[in-house]
C-alpha cells in the first residue's frame, strides 16, 4: 500500500547541483520523521539528512552546509536539496519515512558526480 518514490536522481559535475524529492503514497500512521540516505558502493548505508516532528532537522558533517533537507506541510514529500556537489557524493540515495509502526524506504536514485 505505502510507496516512495524518489525522483531527481542523475549525473552531474563537481560544484553542480541537484534536487531530489520523495512522494509517499498511501496510508502511513503517524509519520514522525522523514529522510535521505545514501549507499556508495562496497560502503554501509549511512545517513544524509533527516526531519522530525520532534528534533527539526539534523545533517551528516559531510553534507552540512551544502545539502538541505525539506518538508510539505502534509508530511507527503520531502526534497533534498544538494548544491556544490562533490564526487564523493556519489551514492544511491533513499529516502525513508519513519511512521509510529514501521519504517518505510523508496527504491533509491542513483546520483553521480564526476568531470
Known amino acids: 500500500q505505502v510507496r516512495l518514490v524518489e525522483s531527481g536522481g542523475g549525473s552531474a559535475q563537481p560544484g553542480g547541483s541537484l534536487r531530489l524529492s520523495c512522494a509517499a503514497s498511501?496510508?502511513?500512521?503517524?509519520?514522525?520523521?522523514m529522510g535521505w540516505y545514501r549507499q556508495a558502493p562496497g560502503k554501509q548505508r549511512e545517513l544524509v539528512a533527516t526531519?522530525?516532528?520532534?528534533?527539526?532537522?539534523n545533517y551528516a558533517d559531510s553534507v552540512k552546509g551544502r545539502f538541505t533537507i525539506s518538508r510539505d506541510d502534509a508530511w507527503n514529500t520531502i526534497y533534498l536539496q544538494m548544491n556544490s556537489l562533490k564526487p564523493e557524493d556519489t551514492a544511491v540515495y533513499y529516502c525513508?519515512?519513519?511512521?509510529?509502526?514501521?519504517?518505510?524506504w523508496g527504491q533509491g536514485t542513483q546520483v553521480t558526480v564526476s568531470s
Open positions: 525513508k519515512v519513519q511512521g509510529a509502526l514501521r519504517e518505510y
Open positions: 498511501g496510508s502511513i500512521f503517524r509519520v514522525a520523521a
Open positions: 526531519i522530525a516532528r520532534i528534533g527539526g532537522t
